[in-house]
């Protein structure tokens, strides 16, 4: 099994005039939860979209399950689920109806079919509503049988937009669940387009911000958000007296990269997360008074704030 | 293309449209209303009695279907773009010549099969002392009612499915239809004399026009250009 699963490769695309998507690259590894996040009109559908084969881009190269998505065959196309963001089902019929069609065009046995949208909608917790039409369905309903729909026919890749947005904060804990067994337990690789920062941070492995239409950060998101396996910790100090003895001895420590010291709380970057421990022992030998140590943990709200606004201002300049 | 995936689609559509069922009804009863009319209006230019009977059986069942057809058609497009699902299918394995055919095949069989039973009865009771032998051999008009009218009803449908994707609106395929509608009628207006090679030629011309729409059509979409539009 190759270790790639999606291959974007200097993707361009223009609407109406407008560059919607500026040379774009990335890669999926098999197997990971991968997040594209941005704010409304950044591309992030658009890219959807030529990754599903329903518009062509421009220039560039894309891959999807080793296959370039406007000429996959039928079993290429079989190895693939989506949910978009307008969920797909047909709100005058009922759950069973609506999954039986998509069951019907994906291939499934007549034999097999019934037990197979039985067992997703057992999966979903939705068995009991079967024959209820789709229109009665909440919209966490909705989202769910959305994905017992995109997973009937076991796709090896998944492709969520905006999997949670308008969901209660009941329904969002469920679908993330939801996609993490799946990603855990079926070892089936997602790919979500959000806005939400705290669902990617919680469940993608790995990130792209995009903004108008470029990638202005990728990676795993351990490493961005803690570039070169960096810790910071606030230190609060009971005496301000204590200050310039603190200065000195953080200027003499080789694993304090750079610090910062706002009346009576020092901001210490270290080398490394292992590094705490000797900078205590320092602390302590050198009777520091200190009140509390707290480490500070870089969010991704934090990271994606900075490049927006970083962007915006330059923008402005 | 796959004949499993035509039946799927067209299985779901008479699903969703039988769903709608007083609007269904509603848009039989108007396109029976506006067939016979437009049969009466046309068949009374015609003074020999059993070519008038035949020719209007012939116009009552092709104006009902084809109104029926395009009234069933937009509310099904329509339906599509209310509830939103024609991007999750586009992305499916099915072509567009599937989702086309199999749309237009729900639509055929809604409009076909009730058009040919109201034809039956007015048939056997405007016939009543030959009774089911002139429904089994029938006049010349009643041999194009039965074998070209349908693939005509086929091809108009499809064009009419075609626009409807294709321009996101009903309008379009109402101008095709009218167009149709008068390449096959007008031309034979004046022929009082049952199956004129008028009729047949317009028929035939008829044919050709909208399975070339639909080629034309077909060749022409793109997922992108449908995607674009919802």
């Not at chain 2, 034979?188 to 047949?200: Q, R, T």
Request: charged residues 20%.
């Amino acid at each position: 099994m190759e270790n790639t699963i999606i291959e974007v490769k200097h993707v361009t695309k223009s609407l109406g005039g407008r560059t919607v998507l500026s040379d774009i690259n990335f890669q999926v590894p098999n197997g990971s939860v991968f997040g594209i996040l941005g704010p409304n009109g950044s591309g992030k559908t658009t890219l959807l979209r030529i990754l599903l084969g329903l518009i062509v881009h421009d220039t560039g190269e894309v891959k999807v399950l080793g296959q370039n998505p406007l000429s996959m065959t039928r079993e290429d196309k079989n190895g693939i689920g989506f949910v978009l963001e307008d969920h797909g089902l047909n709100e005058r019929l009922t759950a069973y109806q609506n999954i039986d069609f998509f069951a019907q065009v994906y291939g499934l046995a007549k034999e097999k079919r019934r037990d197979r949208i039985l067992e997703m909608l057992d999966k979903v917790d939705l068995s009991s509503y079967r024959k209820k039409p789709v229109g009665t369905f909440s919209k966490g309903m909705k989202q769910r049988l959305s994905l017992a729909r995109a997973l009937i026919h076991e796709p090896r890749i998944l492709f969520l937009d905006e999997p949670t947005s308008n969901l209660d904060p009941e329904g969002t804990v469920y679908i993330r669940n939801l996609i993490l067994r799946l990603s855990r337990e079926a070892g089936i690789t997602i790919y979500i387009n959000s806005h939400d920062l705290d669902e990617v941070e919680r469940i993608c492995t790995r990130i792209v911000i995009m903004k108008h239409g470029n990638i202005m950060l990728q990676g795993a998101i351990a490493d961005l958000l803690r570039p070169n396996n960096q810790t910071t910790l606030e230190v609060k100090l009971e005496k301000s007296k204590a200050i310039p003895k603190l200065a000195n001895l953080l200027s003499s420590l080789s694993y304090v990269t750079h610090f910062k010291i706002e009346k009576d709380v020092a901001f210490i970057e270290l080398i490394d997360d292992p590094s705490r421990l000797p900078l205590f022992n320092t602390l302590a030998q050198n009777s520091i008074p200190i009140k509390e140590i707290t480490q500070i943990k870089d969010s991704l709200e934090d990271l994606y704030i900075s490049i927006v606004k970083e962007e915006e201002h330059h923008e402005v300049q | 293309m796959r004949f499993n995936d035509i039946v799927a689609v067209a299985k779901r559509e008479l699903l969703v449209i039988t769903n709608y069922k007083f609007l269904f009804l509603f848009t039989y009863l108007v396109s029976f209303y506006v067939g016979t009319y437009l049969s009466m209006a046309y068949t009374n230019l015609i003074p020999d009695p059993q070519i008038r009977i035949d020719t209007y059986l012939a116009f009552f069942f092709l104006s009902t279907e084809i109104v029926f057809s395009w009234a069933l058609s937009t509310l099904q497009v329509q339906d599509y773009m209310r509830q939103r699902c024609m991007e999750t299918i586009l992305a499916t394995p099915l072509s567009l010549a599937s989702i086309l055919l199999g749309k237009s095949l729900a639509i055929f069989i809604l409009s076909y099969i009730p058009s040919l039973f109201c034809v039956i009865i007015v048939f056997l009771q405007a016939n009543w002392p030959l009774g089911l032998a002139a429904l089994i051999f029938p006049s010349s008009v009643g041999w194009i009612l039965f074998f070209i009218s349908p693939v005509l009803l086929f091809g108009t449908i499809c064009v009419n499915t075609l626009l409807l994707m294709y321009l996101n609106h009903s309008m379009g395929s109402l101008i095709v239809n009218f167009i149709v509608y008068l390449l096959i009628f007008r031309s034979g207006a004046h022929s009082s004399f049952g199956i004129s090679p008028a009729i047949l030629g317009s028929y035939i011309l008829g044919l050709i026009c909208v399975f070339l729409l639909s080629y034309i059509g077909l060749k022409c979409l793109r997922k992108e250009r449908i995607v674009l539009a919802l």
